[in-house]
């Protein structure tokens, strides 16, 4: 997606620290841009930043697990602005707790909103983002938890669980949304805060926050990274540099599972 000028953008938890910091960056760059969240401050609060940068907004109450809201936001999306250039599905929540104290209503929580809520953001979009001949794209917001490792998340399950479907769901659907014009991104940040100066130092509770200490950033650096990984339309969006040694590093376990394997099994080597 070359040009976001006069493009309108879509942005669920767009009442958030990053979904305002992707308004902000999306309007900066021409686009008019529809607010989706439960929260009525934060809405307000990226609606006047748009409009303060000169183009229109709009303010959505949506829950993303819920089909029919989900429907109704692509409806006013589309009655407003007449189209949807850039659909950011970025809501997210998490529920940290011990593995065996987790609930099946923890983990519907989580995956209502982190899962089926981009799956319900694909069903109420794509269609008629499909109809659309201009620039389209869709950014999935993902994690680093989403290809990193995992173990280092032990209190964090639900979410990482639907991190990686994400992650999955962005890779299978890219080669065939690219054929209709639609371009695919996922996007993976590691820890962002609003204000990363203020925590250096700080102990984190999880093995995964710590590991990203010295690599904090806030939404602003995160939007323009956006930005530019939907303009060179790359399909894993990596904001935090830091990453790459994780990914390295849950790669090098999963080699050594192989590594085991042929190991212990050598009569499954091909002949």
């Not at 979904?19 to 401050?41: C, H, K, Q, W, Y």
């Not at 970025?90 to 104290?101: C, D, F, M, Y």
């Not at 909103?113 to 993902?142: K, P, T």
């Not at 938890?145 to 280092?152: C, E, L, N, T």
Request: include cysteine; charge should be negative; hydrophobic fraction near 45%.
């Amino acid at each position: 997606m070359q040009d976001f000028a006069n493009g309108c953008a879509v942005i669920t938890g767009g009442g958030g620290l990053l979904g305002r910091g992707m308004a902000r960056a999306f309007a900066r760059e021409g686009m008019d841009v529809v607010i989706a969240g439960l929260s009525p401050d934060g809405m307000a609060a990226a609606v006047a930043e748009v409009e303060g940068l000169g183009r229109s907004a709009i303010a959505v109450c949506t829950d993303v697990a819920d089909a029919e809201q989900m429907d109704a936001l692509a409806d006013a999306a589309y009655a407003r602005f007449g189209k949807v250039n850039l659909l950011c599905l970025n809501a997210g929540r998490s529920i940290l707790k011990p593995v065996l104290e987790l609930t099946r209503e923890d983990w519907d929580a989580v995956l209502g909103v982190q899962l089926h809520g981009v799956l319900n953001g694909i069903h109420s979009f794509l269609g008629r983002m499909a109809r659309q001949d201009d620039e389209r794209h869709i950014v999935i917001n993902s994690s680093m938890s989403g290809v990193g490792r995992a173990d280092m998340r032990s209190l964090n399950a639900p979410y990482v669980t639907a991190k990686f479907a994400t992650v999955g769901l962005a890779e299978v659907m890219g080669p065939p949304l690219a054929e209709q014009g639609i371009g695919m991104s996922v996007l993976c940040p590691g820890m962002s805060v609003a204000d990363p100066s203020a925590l250096r130092g700080r102990e984190w509770p999880m093995e995964s926050a710590a590991f990203y200490a010295d690599n904090l950033l806030d939404a602003d650096q995160v939007a323009a990274e956006v930005v530019h990984g939907v303009r060179e339309r790359r399909l894993h969006i990596f904001t935090h540099r830091k990453g790459r040694e994780e990914v390295l590093a849950r790669h090098a376990l999963l080699m050594r599972g192989f590594d085991q394997a042929e190991r212990t099994s050598p009569e499954l080597d091909p002949a």
